[in-house]
């Protein structure tokens, strides 16, 4: 007789409908967060014709404009017609069909400095959108590789400067190489370790001004007086503000620099006494002359040459001309005290 089988329970019944419902539900979170863009929309495939893929994997992300829109799907050889190149097959959303155009390129970007490869692929609203299957095109270069590839130039040029310090030449490689100059650089920090403790000391002028508030508040004070001043001035107070608001004066010293103007001119063009001084040549010459026989003339007086000569050098003739005019001038003075006796009328009659 055959044995009765076990009826399920409405409890185990429910537990078997969650865990069921969990099972779901966690592979579709896995889905979403595996896969790229929106795993339930529709979706269409592009591939691409690269030289290089770089370590590119299925799985990667594919990214448009810089957003996850799909994944690659196969990563193979081209054909025969594709000969040398690496078909590139992506899975993208159907909603970015409009932005996949003739116009896109697509290139080769890296989640991370070292991290997993994905497909950049540029947004365009021109040209054609790409059909199922359809190619779009592939950048020639691939710019991470052309990031090593700098960073690799960077390198070996860093290298070979430090191998220029190392050996000692430049700036940097005579200070770590030469004890001498390495002495003067730390004399010269010495010194300015000494000019700034001289600065931050209270001590000499530059010390004062950094540190002395009596002297700040009197230079502050200076200042404020030096702005009073000139507001003065510009108000048009005191004799300097007077001068500088005094239209009169302001035209007489116009006038005056015109006239002077006038003057420089005319001596320029030779017009005038200092005018010819300056412009003609044989009244230079004329001067020039009578300086010098004036100084042969002296020249003469010096050596006692002439009568003036003479009169300078003799002491004798000196004295006797002295003594002449002595006797002169006594004899004009008994003149005119007593005139009859020296002048006398005789008048005869025939």
């Known amino acids: 007789m055959e044995k009765p ?3 399920l329970t409405w409890t185990e019944l ?3 409908s969650v865990a069921v419902v969990s099972l779901i539900i966690l592979a579709v979170t896995i889905l979403y967060v595996g ?20 370590g590119l994997k299925p799985g990667a992300p594919v990214r448009v404009g810089g957003v996850d829109v799909g994944t ?20 993208i959303d159907e909603r970015v069909r409009d932005r996949v155009t003739t116009e ?6 890296s989640l991370g400095l070292l991290g997993e490869k994905a497909v950049d692929i540029s947004s365009s609203t021109r040209g054609t959108p790409i059909e199922n299957r359809g190619y779009v095109a592939a950048a020639s270069e691939d710019a991470f590789k052309g990031l090593l590839s700098d960073a690799g130039d960077s390198t070996a040029h860093l290298r070979r400067i430090l191998s220029r310090m ?11 190489r030469d004890d001498e100059l ?7 920090s010495l010194r300015l370790q000494g000019v700034m403790a001289k600065l931050e000391s209270e001590k000499g002028p530059l010390g004062r001004l950094m540190n002395d508030q009596e002297m700040a508040g009197r230079m502050a004070s200076s200042m404020q007086g030096i702005e ?29 620099l015109k006239r002077f103007d006038d003057v420089m001119a005319r001596l320029e063009r030779g017009e005038g006494t200092a005018g010819r001084m300056l412009k003609d040549d044989s009244l230079f010459q004329r001067m020039n002359d009578m300086s010098g026989r004036l100084d042969g003339v002296l020249a003469r007086l010096e050596k006692g040459e002439g009568t003036a000569g003479q009169l300078l050098k003799d002491r004798e003739l000196y004295d006797n001309l002295t003594g002449s005019l002595k006797d002169l001038k006594g004899l004009l003075g008994d003149v005119r005290k007593d005139p009859g006796k020296y002048l006398r009328v005789k008048v005869s009659l025939f």
């Open 14 to 16: 429910r537990v078997g």
């Open 35 to 54: 896969a790229s863009g929106t795993p339930l929309a529709p979706h269409y495939d592009i591939r691409a014709l690269m030289s290089d893929v770089n």
């Open 228 to 256: 009073t001043v000139v507001k003065r001035m510009e108000a048009g107070q005191g004799a300097l503000g007077t001068l500088s608001k005094d239209e009169e004066f302001a035209g007489q010293l116009k006038t005056t």
């Open 5 to 7: 089988g076990k009826a």
């Open 104 to 109: 896109s390129q697509a290139t080769l970007g």
């Open 72 to 91: 690659v799907t196969k990563v193979d050889f081209g054909d025969a017609r594709a000969r040398g190149m690496v078909e590139v097959t992506m899975r």
């Open 166 to 176: 190392d050996a000692g030449e430049g700036l940097v490689g005579k200070a770590l």
């Open 182 to 188: 390495y002495n003067r650089m730390v004399d010269v």
